[in-house]
């Protein structure tokens, strides 16, 4: 759930995950951001990558498949207009549940026929992170605990503020969301702050981002152009911002206080 990599990973870095993707339904320019985004969660124990590959349209995948390690399982189509990928997929995702060997679940495609999956693998307490281009329907999204759009995966170069040289094709919507007068992002923002602030209306940054993963599962500052939601934060001009050192501990840590909060009176 990264909203802040670094306080939104605070994920057991030996994790164990099973990669699913859908070839039908991804991109192969995605493969690189796409593990490297995964290495944060944890370790890609199984990477399996499912598709009828007796067709031409797979084939920029297949270049792809030996660099990275990836097992591509065979699904032909029985009936035309019927997606027989997506069941084979879903099979392998239980039996792999089933052996008990797995702590999430990394599904990468942006179709809905997933939606009722993420539910059962969570249901069993493992965690599943999708990944998926921003046209992917809500229910599915909504049913990860953390969704991640494709778009932002593909090979950007990046400075530490704003996203620089993107290419047309590889941005969002073919451009960065804008940051301010976004009401979405700033009632997002203030209402995760005012969840986790003290009397004084001050709340730790990485809680804030907790409370935003929770509520929002595709929320993700470098679709605004930001690497860390501190930059996000800043850049909307809403909040103030001070790092502390709570107690005795030698590391500052971040708070954020949304500019017309107003002190309770005793």
Request: proline share 5%; with cysteine; glycine share 6%.
């Amino acid at each position: 759930m990264i909203t802040d990599r670094e306080s939104f990973s605070e994920i057991e870095p030996q994790k164990k995950l099973a990669v699913l993707i859908d070839a039908e339904n991804a991109q192969p320019e995605i493969i690189e951001g796409l593990l490297a985004e995964i290495a944060l969660y944890g370790i890609a124990s199984v990477k399996r990558i499912y598709g009828n590959w007796t067709t031409p349209n797979l084939q920029p995948w297949k270049e792809e498949l030996l660099n990275y390690s990836i097992q591509p399982i065979q699904q032909f189509n029985y009936t035309k207009g019927k997606n027989a990928t997506d069941s084979s997929l879903i099979i392998d995702a239980m039996d792999l549940l089933y052996s008990n060997k797995f702590d999430g679940f990394c599904i990468v495609s942006s179709d809905s026929d997933f939606t009722r999956l993420a539910q059962r693998i969570r249901e069993s307490g493992l965690s599943v992170y999708g990944f998926g281009e921003q046209k992917t329907p809500t229910p599915f999204v909504h049913a990860c605990d953390k969704f991640v759009y494709t778009e932002i995966l593909r090979k950007t170069k990046i400075t530490d503020d704003r996203f620089s040289e993107i290419q047309k094709e590889d941005t969002i919507d073919n451009a960065l969301k804008p940051v301010k007068g976004d009401p979405t992002l700033l009632n997002l923002l203030r209402s995760a702050a005012e969840a986790c602030s003290d009397d004084e209306g001050w709340a730790n940054l990485a809680n804030v981002g907790g409370n935003i993963a929770n509520q929002s599962p595709d929320f993700d500052p470098r679709i605004y152009g930001y690497k860390k939601l501190k930059d996000l934060v800043i850049a909307t001009g809403s909040f103030e911002i001070e790092e502390k050192r709570p107690g005795n501990s030698p590391a500052k840590v971040v708070y954020i206080r949304f500019k017309q909060f107003k002190t309770r009176r005793k």
